[in-house]
C-alpha cells in the first residue's frame, strides 16, 4: 500500500513553545490530508481537513488558531500547534487520501507530543 | 457524542479459532463502514470495507457483516493467527469512501495466543 511519513515520531516540548509536524505521502500524490488526535485508550478524532493550496476546514471544537496546519504541496502537509500547553499532549496522526484512486485513506505513523 | 462505539476494549482468542469484533453506529446517515488494524507505534493500515447496500463483504480470513436495522457491523478473522494481534479500530462516513472523512471508533484490542 501506499506510504505516509511523519516527523518526528516524538517530540517533547516545553509549555508556550510551537512544535511543527509534517506529514508527506512519500509515493503518491494526496488529494486531501487529515489530522487527527488520539487520548490513550480513546478513538482517533478528526482535527481538520486539509486541501492542497487551500485553507483547512476545522472540526468543531478544534482551534484553528492553536492548530495552524499548510498543505502547500501534494506531498506536504505541516500541522503546527501553537504556544503548546500539557492538555496538548496526545498522539496526532495524520492521513493521506486521492480521489479516485481506492478511496481509502493511507495513516502515517503519528507523532507523540508531550508538553512539559 | 461517540457515534461509533466499540464496546469491547479487548478480546483474546486461540489461534485457530475464529475472532469476532463488533461495532455499533448511531448515525443512520452513515453509508460506508471501514475496518483498520493498527500496530503499536504504527498509523491505522486498512483492512476490508463495505457500503451500506451490501451485508457482507469478504477478503480472504477477513469478513466484514452489516446489519443496518441494527446498526450493527462485525468483523470476523478466520482463522485467527497470532500475527492478527493488534488494535482493530471501526470508521464510518456519511459520503461514502468519496470525501475521506471517517468517523473512527475506541478500539478493540485483539490478542491471538499461540
Known amino acids: 500500500g501506499a506510504v505516509v511519513s511523519q516527523h518526528p515520531s516524538r517530540v517533547i516540548c516545553k509549555s508556550g513553545t510551537s512544535v511543527k509536524i509534517e506529514c508527506r505521502s512519500l509515493?503518491?500524490?494526496?488529494?486531501?490530508m487529515f489530522w487527527y488526535r488520539q487520548f490513550p485508550k480513546q478513538s482517533l478524532m478528526l482535527m481538520a481537513t486539509?486541501?492542497?493550496?487551500?485553507?483547512?476546514?476545522?472540526e468543531q471544537g478544534v482551534e484553528k488558531d492553536k492548530f495552524l496546519i499548510n498543505h502547500a504541496s501534494l506531498t506536504l502537509s505541516t500541522l503546527t500547534v501553537t504556544s503548546a500547553h500539557p492538555e496538548d499532549s496526545s498522539f496526532y496522526i495524520c492521513?493521506?487520501?486521492?480521489?479516485?484512486?481506492?478511496?481509502?485513506?493511507?495513516f502515517g505513523p503519528g507523532t507523540r507530543l508531550t508538553v512539559l | 457524542d461517540q457515534q461509533v462505539k466499540q464496546n469491547s476494549p479487548s478480546l483474546s482468542v486461540q489461534e485457530g479459532r475464529i475472532s469476532i469484533l463488533n461495532c455499533d453506529y448511531t448515525?443512520?446517515?452513515?453509508?460506508?463502514f471501514l475496518w483498520y488494524k493498527k500496530y503499536p507505534a504504527e498509523g491505522p493500515t486498512f483492512l476490508i470495507s463495505i457500503s451500506s447496500i451490501k451485508d457482507k463483504n469478504e477478503d480472504g480470513r477477513f469478513t466484514v457483516f452489516l446489519n443496518k436495522s441494527a446498526k450493527h457491523l462485525s468483523l470476523h478473522i478466520v482463522p485467527s493467527q497470532p500475527g492478527d494481534s493488534a488494535v482493530y479500530f471501526c470508521?464510518?462516513?456519511?459520503?461514502?469512501?468519496?470525501?475521506?472523512?471517517?468517523?473512527f471508533g475506541q478500539g478493540t484490542t485483539l490478542q491471538v495466543k499461540p
Open positions: 486539509s486541501n492542497e493550496g487551500s485553507k483547512a476546514t476545522y
Open positions: 448515525n443512520s446517515m452513515f453509508d460506508y
Open positions: 470508521a464510518a462516513s456519511r459520503f461514502g469512501p468519496h470525501t475521506g472523512k471517517l468517523i
Open positions: 509515493d503518491f500524490q494526496a488529494t486531501t
Open positions: 492521513s493521506a487520501w486521492t480521489s479516485g484512486g481506492t478511496d481509502t485513506q493511507y
